[in-house]
């Protein structure tokens, strides 16, 4: 932390809470914002997984590769194009709206009307066909066929986290605030806002366990359901609320947003076409390096994830009981991600900077990765082991695969995503908006795709997830590597650019001053004139 702002709030303040009082008005709303934002997020991301894995037929883990590539990914490019198509049209306020509400009218359909038909609309005798017809490889394949409505309410939870939380939030977020807020802001943003990974994780795991109270012939996965999706949709609505309100009552207050800067970002708002946008990334290395830090990110995760996720299925069989995991693994990680947040995130930002800040998450994955693939490997070296710890070889798989998930969403939410969305603000108008949602949308599809692209041809060539282990965790570790030398490049980019924008905006209020100071001096003059003629 600087001396200055330790100086202004005092040496505990400064760590946990560097915020003045008229700040609150701009950052309480933000953070309700992020912490229903979030609480989506959990819910949305516990229950796909349920439905995709355990719930649909003839379907599991094997299934998620091939749903990223071929469904996620073009629903991504779809609607990054959309997307762009209406920046240019709408105001931002109305480009919000437009893009939260098909989410809200989807998941509410879902549970009311897909979900309780599914058996009348998915394909069942046409899959059999097929899976008569082509090897038993293309199982994944063929399941997403088969629950065509759970594959694309996959789809749009796995759209839900780039769109809302990183296009929508975030964008919000890079326009309304300053280089040196953000330094504050952006740390207590992740770490009030996953307050809500434990209240969400709380909701999905009470509302799993239901089943206890239902007779065997009741559908008590259907009720559970009911209630996430209702939670899902009121989140919707007062998001949109919340949203109108900060526009309203804190982006007019001079404090925060001056009317100068808000009409100087209405002149900004550019008008390029999607080609222009694609051809501007390609000449920034700066962006390149953001992209490359995503889609890394993106493979690393997709390819732990899929393997972890496998010998979860084979421990928890049943809809509820894997939810109810599910449930559970959020919770803790919302507890570990809020005392990396107090404790690390903002702490890590300030005292050793951005660019070792950047480095921390991907030594992360390295640690915990290796950690799991080891064990996964090797376990059955370990049998005189497992058996004086009282449990058995599958647990302890998951255990491992959910300290290392819990570590890598941990240290994404206090250091990855912070640290990532610093790098938009000192950029222009033009990278925020099409820039980010190139990135932050197709970027991150790319590199979850990328990791289920890798992981279908191991699958294809292997035959299983557990024949392909040993290459995905040599797949992992140049994954990291190349991570880590784009991290490093992108902070040299970085605090040089941040350098450049801050004597800019020197220059400015010197020019501004000196302005102001010539125009006092005159009007004195002129006053001074009248005085002498009285």
């Not at 058996?119 to 088969?146: C, M, N, S, W, Y």
């Not at 769109?163 to 770490?191: I, P, Q």
Request: aromatic residues 12%.
């Amino acid at each position: 932390m600087s001396q200055t702002q330790t100086a202004e709030f005092g040496k505990l303040r400064s760590i946990f809470w560097p915020i003045h009082a008229y700040e609150l008005k701009k950052l309480l709303p933000m953070l309700f914002l992020f912490f229903l934002i979030l609480f989506n997020y959990t819910i949305l991301r516990d229950t796909k997984d349920t439905l995709i894995v355990v719930t649909a037929t003839g379907s599991g883990a094997e299934a998620i590769p091939f749903l990223k590539v071929w469904g996620v990914l073009p629903f991504a490019m779809l609607f990054m194009l959309v997307y762009s198509k209406l920046s240019n049209k709408l105001s931002k306020p109305a480009l919000f709206y437009s893009t939260i509400v098909p989410f809200i009218i989807f998941f509410g359909l879902f549970s009311t009307v897909l979900y309780p038909l599914r058996d009348v609309l998915h394909p069942h005798a046409a899959a059999d066909r097929l899976q008569e017809i082509l090897p038993a490889t293309f199982k994944g394949l063929i399941a997403i066929f088969r629950n065509w409505t759970f594959s694309l309410f996959y789809i749009m939870s796995e759209l839900w986290g780039s769109v809302a939380l990183s296009l929508l939030f975030w964008g919000f977020a890079n326009d309304t605030t300053k280089v040196s807020e953000s330094k504050r802001f952006y740390s207590l943003f992740g770490m009030g806002a996953n307050f809500s990974l434990i209240i969400a994780g709380w909701c999905v795991k009470t509302l799993s366990d239901m089943r206890s109270r239902y007779t065997a012939d009741v559908d008590s996965w259907q009720i559970s359901l009911n209630w996430l999706m209702a939670l899902v949709v009121v989140s919707g609505f007062i998001i949109m609320g919340l949203y109108w309100w900060i526009n309203r009552y804190v982006l007019t207050d001079p404090r925060f947003v001056p009317l100068t800067e808000q009409k100087a970002k209405k002149k900004e708002k550019p008008k390029l076409s999607m080609k222009e946008s694609f051809l501007y990334l390609l000449r920034s290395k700066y962006m390149g390096y953001i992209a490359v830090l995503v889609i890394c990110y993106g493979v690393c995760i997709n390819l732990v994830e899929v393997t972890w996720k496998s010998q979860l299925k084979l421990q928890y069989p049943s809809s509820n009981d894997y939810n109810s995991f599910m449930g559970l693994f959020s919770q803790i990680t919302g507890i570990v991600t809020i005392f990396m947040m107090l404790f690390v995130g903002s702490n890590v930002i300030r005292k050793l900077g951005w660019t070792t800040a950047a480095l921390l998450t991907p030594i992360v994955l390295l640690v915990t990765g290796g950690a799991f693939f080891g064990f996964v490997i090797f376990r059955d070296n370990l049998a005189g082991i497992i058996s004086h710890l009282g449990t058995t070889p599958l647990m302890l798989a998951v255990i491992f695969g959910m300290a290392q998930n819990i570590m890598s969403k941990s240290s994404k939410y206090s250091l990855f995503d912070p640290t990532k969305e610093m790098a938009y603000i000192p950029l222009d108008q033009e990278a925020k908006v099409k820039g980010k949602a190139a990135v932050d949308v197709v970027g991150a599809r790319l590199g979850k795709a990328g990791g289920s692209l890798i992981q279908q041809g191991l699958i294809l060539g292997l035959g299983s997830i557990a024949a392909m282990t040993p290459y995905v965790g040599t797949i992992l570790l140049v994954m990291i590597l190349v991570w880590m030398a784009s991290a490093k490049a992108l902070g040299k980019r970085f605090v040089a650019l941040t350098e450049e924008k801050e004597k800019e905006r020197q220059q400015q209020e010197a020019q501004a001053a000196a302005a102001n100071l010539t125009e006092t001096l005159a009007k004195n003059s002129v006053q001074g004139a009248e005085v002498t003629r009285t």
